[in-house]
């Protein structure tokens, strides 16, 4: 009985060139593990609910104050915003007095006070909100890190058959196994420890190590790593690291380490910030003494000094470095880029360099048929060769497996009923279909010697391409090599070729798969450097050596094993589409609607961003330092200074929303397709 078959589910997965001789774990031993979720509610930070707070009941009070309405309405809500918004970063300024320390939060809310005690209680309440706000966004930033790392940590296995010497088991946890140790993994369980298997065979996705999710066959002698899924068959293996030293421990230190590199805070703004702290405290009582020493009157010094600290209020500082950043977070993700915050938009506008993922960055994640090759001698065409492949394979619940029969079905091919199915871990499936015996799988172990040189030929073709070969054999002859490889993104030469206009110089290929796919893939793309075969350690040396020369590093990926690099990079983004979990919370920006074309896109946005801060600060400055010089110089009447420093904030402000306007997302990729 024939009929037509429809294609199976999908998940994500790419190609590395391997033989189609494994299955990965049985329907009943339930979806491939992965990590939980443990991703921390911006609400459950208290940070952030001072901040919606502060914004809130500076909206209620606003109408009424532009109103006219009574000054006990409005005077209470402004007093609420300024005791939820500023208490929090006014008791940690008091706290670093105590250190002898005196930080801008500190001065701000000083500054806000000023304003309210001679009537300009809606600038204060203002400047309240902003630092507020940006003190939630630095901790939701911190939080994101902290979820990352502890889903990583969720990868490694709890348990583990340990073999005793008498040939018992014993279940251990995998945080007590010792180099040395022997451990039984069953189908479908993670590995307990790194180490080398001493016998068995089976296939082992390695995604949360490598990067590349199409199991690998494990045989006696063969390495694995703790945390990666076994399939079909059962392994014994011996440890050869502690846990402590194994390569997903290492991943999560390395997370740890990068990660802490990244504080909201640097070193320079904390020097400036206690520069113009003390600075502009010394300033106003300056102005104030003063005046009074030489015989002015109380009421005279005081309103000088007020009048001082009100047009030397930050305000316009401050304005000029977050609408412009936030603008563009927000065009950015109209575009569906997730960026996380003002200080990776910073960060994104000064990369000049780029390191790419291949799989699911470069390439789409899905295994594909790309060539159907019937051999001499055959009398089959393309179709019946696939269709052929197809029937034998339907069982088959492997990733390139999958890729065949979604050829055949959406050839609209007729695909036969397989019986005495068997799958051996290495060589590949076997079939009868149609009272024929159809094997598929690795042309190295399943051509014959006296194949003829048509077959060889094919395969070598295939392989030289980067393709996975994949042989067709029916009762013991081959008729058919087919091709199977995992497809470029559309997009992905022309931003490339963005991306080294961009910087100045090409991006680096950072992958896991072998050396031959990963340069046939980047000749593609007009990548020259191609660093192949790379463990995450070996991805974050790549990035450091990068940093090293005084670049700023842009690292792009999207699996468990580029965490690492993701997080020790000056900005790392994340594609989200096939993205792991840890990949979307320890990348900087996420792409979510898994266009790369978007890349070139948002670091112009960066740099666009970068221009208006410093457009702004010049604006700011010029402000302040004309406002003061005439306050000291001259006397300023209050209503101009305050009328001048609003102007300043108003001035930056709008010139950083400029960045909201869809004019503001230039497509450098669509512009060098069509120069092309």
Partial sequence: MKAVVSPPAREGFSVMPSALDQRPAPAAAGPRPGPPRRRTRVLALPEARWALAALVLFLLALPPYLLGAPAWLWGTLFAATYVTGGWEPGWEGLKALKDRMLDVDLLMVVAALGAASIGQVLDGALLIVIFATSG???????????????????????????LLPDGTEESVDAARLKAGDTILVRPGERVGGDGRVLDGASDVDQATITGEPLPVAKRAGDEVFAGTVNGTGALRVRVERDPADSVIARIVRMVEEASGTKAPTQLFIEKIEQRYSIGMVVATLAVFAVPLAFGDTLQSALLRAMTFMIVASPCAVVLSTMPPLLSAIANAGRHGVLVKSAVVMERLGQVDAVALDKTGTLTGGVPRVTDIRPLPGSALTGDEVLALAASAEHPSEHPLARAVVDAACEGGLVLADAG?????????????????????GSPARLLPADAGPAGREAVRELEDAGRTAVAVLRDGAPVGVLGIADRLRPDAAATVAALTRLTGRPPVLLTGDNERAARHLAAEVGITDVRSGLLPQDKVTAVREEEARGRKVLVVGDGVNDAPALAAAHCGIAMGKAGSDLALE????????????????VVNLARAARRLVVQNLVVAGVFITALVAWDLIGTLPLPLGVAGHEGSTVIVGLNGLRLLREAAWTDPAKDTKDTA
């Fill in 420 to 440: 005495d199915f068997a799958s051996v871990p290495g060589r590949g499936v076997t079939a009868v279909v149609a009272g024929r015996t159809v094997q598929v």
């Fill in 136 to 162: 939630a966004l630095e901790a939701v930033a911190t939080a994101r890190t902290a979820d990352s790392v502890r889903g990583l940590l969720d990868l490694a296995p709890s348990t583990a058959t340990r």
């Fill in 586 to 601: 320890t990348a900087d920006a996420v792409v979510v609607r898994d266009e790369l074309a978007t890349l070139p896109a």
